[in-house]
């Protein structure tokens, strides 16, 4: 059952990632072919064994930087404070407004005494380590009384923060929702973590479905989306979740726990809108197990379904990953295309992913189109939002 009754739209969104400080430099980064990654010893500080590792991060260090809050909580807060004056709420709309927020990491710089440059205040030491301050700075800063909360679902954080607050606008139970995720996954005491669990890439091979990937390309982003029951934007018009129930790291070869969703979001869409036509946005983190996973997932469900060929769009190799706001951040990007009646094009070079499935290097008309959003969290959690053009544009 979808979580989306009646169907909501995304009215606007912010975001910042290493193609660039807005929606518009990002989607002219990707229009350009250009993606985002570096040595990572251009970012400096960090192991000497990840000089070689390929990475994207911000530039722009000042909007992590501040007196009380950490410097994850800081970045949400600079997006959250340009989606909200996009969006034009009143203040009394504003006040009114839900919080949800997703992060994987948090403010783990914190813990790690990474602060990014800033200077901390030992007053608020034990609330700069909390996964928590994301959405509380949110509210205090902007003066939303709203309830919020909290998503850390790995890396299907930020898309899980997404689908709640569709969720709640759809049902009645928020009269409108803000949407913040974050992620600063470079950090040496991380990617130490993820080395030896055999997650970052070895070989630097930017190509999530290809035979020859080995791994991820870890990357900051923070993204802020509104959502509301009306108005012009992109329609949200489904959501499913589910579990594996496998295994903590690892997922099923067969990826039955994603295709069981997208399967779900298959039904759903042609009971409820006959004649559609499917798009996809994949996870695709760049590990070798989850491509062929994911890949498998995907060509089931199009057997099953009988479905022609289908145009998958993958933001990864453009941007990295970053985690848990992965997920917003391709969402916002979704929506910066959409919103133009387009769909993303792939980054030059990806080898495909199998048959039935097309990687375009240029956009595609959307007309028609619904947009399916994959997220995967570690520990088996996996996530569809289904996303479409606004038919009125």
């Known amino acids: 059952m979808s979580l989306i009754g009646k169907p909501v739209v995304l009215t606007t969104a912010a975001a910042r990632s290493g193609l660039g400080g807005d929606l518009d430099t990002i989607r002219d980064a990707m229009l350009a072919g250009r993606h985002a990654m570096r040595p990572l010893r251009e970012y400096g500080g960090l192991p000497g064994r990840f000089?070689?590792?390929?990475?994207?991060?911000?530039?722009?260090?000042?909007?992590?930087r501040g007196r009380k809050y950490g410097a994850a909580s800081n970045l949400a807060l600079t997006v959250a404070r340009e989606a909200l004056a996009a969006a034009g709420w009143s203040a009394e709309e504003t006040k009114d407004a839900w919080i949800f927020?997703?992060?994987?990491?948090?403010?783990?710089?914190?813990?790690?005494?990474?602060?990014?440059?800033r200077?901390?205040?030992?007053?608020?030491?034990?609330?700069?380590s909390m996964h928590s301050e994301i959405a509380s700075a949110v509210s205090i800063e902007c003066g939303i009384r709203g309830p919020w909360q909290m998503f850390s679902n790995g890396c299907s954080s930020g898309l899980d923060a997404l689908i709640w607050a569709a969720h709640a606008v759809s049902s009645g139970l928020a009269p409108r929702a803000l949407v913040v995720s974050v992620d600063l996954p470079v950090s040496g005491a991380l990617l130490e973590d993820f080395a030896s669990t055999g997650l970052l890439s070895a070989n630097g091979v930017n190509d999530p479905y290809s035979e020859e990937t080995s791994g991820f390309f870890p990357a900051e982003a923070a993204a802020a989306m509104t959502v509301e029951?009306?108005?012009?934007?992109?329609?949200?018009?489904?959501?499913?979740?589910?579990?594996?129930?496998?295994?903590?790291?690892?997922?099923?070869?067969?990826?039955?726990?994603?295709?069981?969703?997208?399967?779900?979001?298959?039904?759903?869409?042609?009971?409820?809108?006959p004649g559609w036509r499917a798009a996809i946005c994949p996870h695709a983190s760049g590990t070798h197990a989850h491509g062929l996973a994911e890949r498998e997932a995907i060509?089931?469900?199009?057997?099953?379904?009988m479905a022609g060929p289908v145009s998958v769009h993958l933001m990864k190799p453009f941007t990295g990953h970053s985690l848990g706001a992965s997920g917003a951040l391709d969402a916002a990007i979704l929506h910066s295309f959409l919103t133009k009646q387009e769909l993303p094009p792939n980054l030059p070079g990806l080898r495909g992913a199998g048959d039935g499935i097309l990687h375009p290097h240029a956009t595609l008309p959307s007309a028609g189109t619904t947009v399916l959003k994959i997220s995967v969290g570690m520990g088996g959690h996996n996530a569809v939002l289904a996303m479409k053009p606004d038919p009125s544009s």
């Open 299 to 305: 060509v089931s469900v199009l057997r099953r379904r």
């Open 229 to 273: 029951a009306g108005g012009a934007g992109t329609h949200l018009t489904g959501a499913w979740l589910g579990s594996d129930a496998y295994d903590p790291v690892g997922l099923p070869a067969d990826g039955e726990g994603i295709a069981n969703v997208l399967n779900q979001a298959w039904s759903h869409l042609d009971s409820t809108d």
């Open 119 to 128: 200077r901390p205040h030992p007053l608020y030491a034990a609330s700069n």
């Open 51 to 64: 000089d070689d590792t390929p990475g994207a991060w911000l530039d722009d260090r000042s909007p992590m």
């Open 101 to 117: 927020a997703g992060s994987s990491r948090g403010n783990t710089c914190e813990l790690f005494g990474q602060r990014h440059g």
